[in-house]
C-alpha cells in the first residue's frame, strides 16, 4: 500500500474527503516523525511503538575489495508490533 492508497482506504473508513483525509495522513506523519526527532517514543496501542535507537560503530567487509572498513555509528527507527497487529 502507498501513501495514496493509504488516503483512499482513510478516506473512506472515516467518511471523509480525500483531501481532508491527506491532511489527517500528513499530520500523522508529521506528529511522528517530529516525536522521532525529539527522542521520544511514539506508541499506537493496538499496533506498535517506534523509537529510535543508536546503533553503535562496527566493522564490516567491503564485498568488492574485501576490505576492512568501519561502518559509523548511527541513528535508526526500530518498530516493535504490538499485540494487536498480530496476523
Do not use: C, H, W, Y
Request: charge should be positive.
Amino acid at each position: 500500500m502507498n501513501k495514496s492508497e493509504l488516503v483512499a482506504a482513510v478516506a473512506a473508513k472515516a467518511e471523509i474527503t480525500k483531501v481532508a483525509a491527506a491532511k489527517a495522513v500528513d499530520a500523522a506523519l508529521e506528529a511522528t516523525v517530529e516525536a522521532l526527532k525529539k527522542g521520544e517514543a511514539v506508541q499506537l496501542i493496538g499496533f506498535g511503538t517506534l523509537k529510535v535507537v543508536e546503533k553503535p560503530e562496527r566493522q564490516g567487509i567491503n564485498p568488492a575489495t574485501k576490505a576492512t572498513i568501519t561502518i559509523p555509528a548511527k541513528k535508526v527507527v526500530k518498530f516493535k508490533a504490538g499485540a494487536g497487529l498480530a496476523l
